[in-house]
């Protein structure tokens, strides 16, 4: 990141605006998204895949009437329904793919996909998946050219394809959001990247934090001090892009985000009701959880503890009692500095990255610079500092 403007920290004091929940849902009860790797057959092979993808389905994957059991299961979350993910591998490779969006949309679940960027993605099938009630698609682009695209994907052609895919949902007016892989190898071409998005009709762009687990184990992370330039030229980008910005697994743009609102002068009512707000609270286990294509179920798919099986225990009572779920949720729990941390009901760290680094869920996340210790002292410095000038101005 060396063309980005960067800000640091501000000293101001940053308002506690309690946890900020998308509307209506609480975490306890319902994820507000259900990721769901409805196989893993992709005939791509991408260096970085978390499903460490192959080229048909593997044995053991469930069958159509379970997929659509799981769905009707979902129900009983109440409302308002989480919304499914249908991911993979490429879910395209399902030939029941359509059959399982309807159904989810007959139920009131609403629906999104992350296919593969490959021969299967046509506008038929995009139009069919349209009518039967796919919101949006999502879009890998890691890399500013062919060239770097193509070689973090590993098949050539793809980054061309997906320029394609991208005119044609927009033809078929569906909103499409664009995924971008964060390692030390990729962050520098992102103000690249931005230019090459900004010229498309996009609904929002998400930069996905690597986390070192399948594929992307041979992969490198940022450090965390780039993590937090990148975030604070993020925020910047947040004000001027055509389009709706997020990160995945890295909850910590929100602290960073608050802090910048609040050195700019914004309310904590102001906060509460920003783009940023809506994500408050949600990480791996509070608000998601991950279902693999045999049903195996886990708090996100980059936190390889399985919690259980769809086809043993219903999944509404896998995710509100089972144990790990519960500890995940428990911000009291969290260790290191997420534990110590003022922000943690809002943002708490990534658990995948925490147990990917120290094999604790717990622990806190590595990727963060955060000092929760150093920051009060900082804040009860400027508020003593206040109150003496405010004394003084009025003898
Ligand atoms: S220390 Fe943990 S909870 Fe606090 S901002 Fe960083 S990642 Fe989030």
């Not at 993910?85 to 399902?94: A, C, I, K, S």
């Not at 500013?144 to 927009?170: C, Q, W, Y």
């Not at 490198?220 to 995945?248: C, H």
């Not at 089972?322 to 003022?342: M, P, V, Y």
Request: hydrophobic letters at 35%; one cysteine or more; a negative charge.
């Amino acid at each position: 990141m060396t063309s980005a403007p960067v800000s640091g920290p501000p000293a101001a004091p940053v308002p506690r605006i309690g946890a900020v929940r998308a509307e209506g849902f609480r975490y306890e009860r319902a994820p507000m998204i259900v990721y769901w790797e409805t196989t893993i057959a992709c005939p791509l092979a991408c260096t970085h895949c978390r499903a460490t993808a192959m080229p048909y389905a593997a044995p053991g994957q469930l069958t159509t009437d379970e997929c659509l059991r799981l769905l009707d299961s979902m129900v009983g979350f109440g409302n308002p329904r989480p919304h499914v993910v249908f991911t993979g591998g490429d879910p395209l490779e399902r030939s029941d793919l359509e059959q399982l969006v309807q159904r989810a949309t007959d139920l009131g679940i609403g629906s999104s996909l992350a296919p593969a960027v490959a021969p299967g993605l046509t506008r038929e099938r995009m139009l069919a998946l349209k009518e039967a009630g796919i919101q949006t698609v999502s879009l890998s682009l890691d890399g500013s050219t062919a060239e770097k695209h193509d070689g973090l994907r590993g098949v050539p052609g793809t980054f061309d394809r997906t320029m394609e895919a991208i005119e044609m949902l927009n033809e078929l007016d569906l909103p499409v959001q664009i995924n971008t892989l964060i390692t030390d190898t990729t962050h520098e071409d992102l103000p690249a990247v931005y230019d090459v998005l900004r010229k498309k009709k996009l609904l929002r762009w998400a930069l996905f934090f690597l986390i070192a687990t399948g594929r992307g184990s041979t992969m490198k992370e940022i450090s965390a001090g780039e993590a937090e330039r990148l975030m604070n030229w993020f925020y910047d980008l947040s004000r001027v892009a055509p389009f709706q910005v997020k990160t995945t697994e890295a909850t910590h743009y929100r602290r960073v985000a608050m802090q910048r609102m609040e050195a700019e002068g914004h309310t904590p009512e102001e906060i509460a009701s920003s783009n940023v707000a809506r994500g408050f609270g949600i990480r791996d286990g509070n608000g998601i959880c991950f279902i693999n294509h045999k049903g195996d179920v886990f708090p996100s798919g980059f936190l390889p503890v399985k919690v259980g099986n769809v086809r043993e225990t219903d999944l509404v009572t896998l995710y509100r009692e089972n144990e790990t779920f519960r500890a995940l949720r428990d911000t009291s729990r969290l260790g290191g500095r997420c534990g110590e941390c003022t922000f943690h009901d809002e943002c708490g760290g990534s658990r995948s990255r925490a147990y990917a680094h120290t094999g604790d869920l717990l622990a806190e996340d590595p990727l963060c610079p955060h000092e929760p210790k150093a920051y009060a002292k900082r804040l009860a410095n400027k508020a003593a500092r206040e109150a003496a000038a405010r004394e003084m101005a009025a003898t």
